[in-house]
């Protein structure tokens, strides 16, 4: 049965990486019927904080992934210790008595492997210092007699192959008795009987060690599946000291991308399915996704430095996703989530208020917070101050502005504020004072938006309301007396 686990350390906020880690491994095990294990690696007490744990909680359960089993490594030290002492016992690994300060660990010859003086003392000997209290690590002893070679086929990046001649004699203990990386991870995929292990690409290289920990322990390995990197546009390693937010999820969250919306961009960093499609549903992504899919090559997420607009630091496919899976949203779920976002800003507004705008705002933004920016003149009981001079239509002048809004203030006082009534009235007004509907509109629309580009003017007006729309057209027709920019 297919097992798959992820297994994030809580030194960092959720990292893009990370997450797509997470999102493989959901999916293949979704795919195949098997189990997802979430497993934290929180054995580095001096660097775990509890912010980094609950950065990672947040991040998986924006998403909306779940996991059907959970294990924090802290609470399975026993069972590290215990197969590192079995390793011992078989000879497999030795007591290392050197100070971990005293530069033991370089070689005038290439890299450091082992320390002879150790590897070769007896068992007597080192029984004997163990008993008296002096402090040692356990190392595994890497096979030297006689050079073999440590064969592996990797379910992305294929045949692999490494000398023992190359590995270092590695800690499965450090001198305080608290298990390596290398131990914790193996002996848990070990008693979580782990069928596939997925995970970066950085990781590969980790993989010969923990074949000879597998093979130590008497336990069948993993299948492995080691992913492509995520790198920034100049092919640099993603890094928050360097790149700041965007490598976090919960800075995409916070922008207002859907989760939907931000899995398929993920998904496709790295991986594509047979058939070339880009937007994806969760369900979809479940269907088609296979390891084979995906590529070796590392993937870019070509975000922009600083000091872009916070919106236009994204990745462009990632926006271009956000906004088709936004506009694929049934209006209803689409205004329940603007809902969020608007009353989180303060303002008040109706659901049924809330629906009106959404069928305006929907195919003009990319993120949801874009409705704070969209749909302002809605949201506000006054709008901010804004150029006059915008009030002034094409080949027209403050005068024929002044008119127009004088007349649609006469006009609208007993029109219906439904889209036709509303056309009907405004059309028949440019017609009376000879000029264009687009000239007669345009100051209008400035007047109550106080923008050029706003959503159709007759349903703005409908949304707006009556009493809003007067009482703007009147500011409007203040403005025009006014110096501009005053």
């Given amino acids: 049965m297919v097992r798959v686990r992820f297994a994030p350390s809580p030194t960092g906020f959720l990292h893009v990486g990370s997450a797509r880690t997470f999102l493989f491994n959901w999916l293949f ?16 007490v001096e660097r775990n904080t509890a912010a980094s744990l609950n950065s990672i909680f947040d991040g998986l359960r924006w998403l909306g992934l779940s996991w059907d089993e959970e294990y924090k490594q802290s609470e399975r030290l026993r069972l590290h210790r215990e197969m590192a002492e079995a390793i011992f016992q078989k000879g497999l690994a030795y007591r290392d008595f050197t100070p971990a300060q005293t530069g033991e660990r370089s070689s005038a010859q290439g890299p450091w492997l082992f320390n002879a003086g150790m590897r070769e003392l007896s068992r007597e000997e080192s029984d004997r210092r163990a008993a ?36 270092e004699d590695f800690a499965l203990l450090r001198s305080d008795s608290m298990p390596t990386y290398h131990m914790a991870s193996c002996a848990d995929d070990a008693d979580l009987r782990i069928s596939h292990i997925i995970r970066g690409q950085d990781h590969l290289t980790n993989t010969f060690k923990h074949l000879l920990i597998f093979e130590a322990a008497g336990v069948a390995a993993p299948n492995f599946a080691h992913l492509p990197l995520l790198v920034a546009p100049d092919g640099s390693k993603l890094s928050k000291r360097r790149h700041g937010p965007v490598v976090s999820v919960t800075t995409y969250r916070d922008a207002g991308f859907l989760p939907e919306a931000f899995i398929n961009f993920l998904c496709l960093l790295g991986w594509s399915p047979k058939d070339n499609r880009e937007m994806m549903s969760r369900q979809e992504l479940v269907e088609a996704f296979s390891l084979e899919g995906i590529n070796r090559a590392n993937a870019v997420i070509n975000f922009k430095e600083p000091p872009n607009q916070p919106e236009d630091t994204f990745d ?22 603007l809902l969020a976002v608007v009353r989180q800003a303060g303002y008040k507004i109706s659901p049924e208020k809330m629906l009106e705008i959404t069928r305006l705002v929907r195919e003009r933004i990319r993120l949801l917070n874009e409705v704070l920016s969209v749909a302002d003149f809605f949201l506000c009981q006054k709008l901010p101050a804004y150029d006059a001079a915008e009030l002034v239509p094409q080949k027209g002048d403050a005068e024929m502005a002044r008119r127009v809004l004088q007349r649609a203030r006469e006009v609208l006082r007993d029109a219906e504020f439904t889209h036709e009534d509303l056309e009907r009235t405004l059309r028949a007004a440019a017609q009376e004072l000879g000029i264009k509907a687009g000239q007669m509109f345009q100051p209008i629309r400035v007047a109550v938006t106080g923008r050029k580009n706003s959503p159709p003017l ?29």
């Fill in 458 to 486: 007759f349903e703005t007006l409908e949304v707006l309301g009556k009493d809003v729309t007067l009482a703007r057209i009147e500011q409007g027709i203040e403005n025009i007396h006014q110096p501009t920019g005053s």
């Fill in 316 to 337: 462009p496919k990632a926006l271009w996703l956000n906004a088709e899976h936004i506009r694929a949203l049934p209006v209803e779920e689409l205004c329940r989530r």
């Fill in 29 to 44: 095990a979704r795919r195949q019927g098997g189990t997802m294990v979430l497993r934290v690696d929180d054995t580095d």
């Fill in 132 to 167: 008296a209290g002096e402090p040692f690590a356990l190392r595994f002893r890497v096979p030297r007699e006689t050079e073999r070679e440590i064969r592996f086929t990797d379910m992305v990046y294929g045949e692999q192959a490494k000398s023992t001649a190359d590995i």
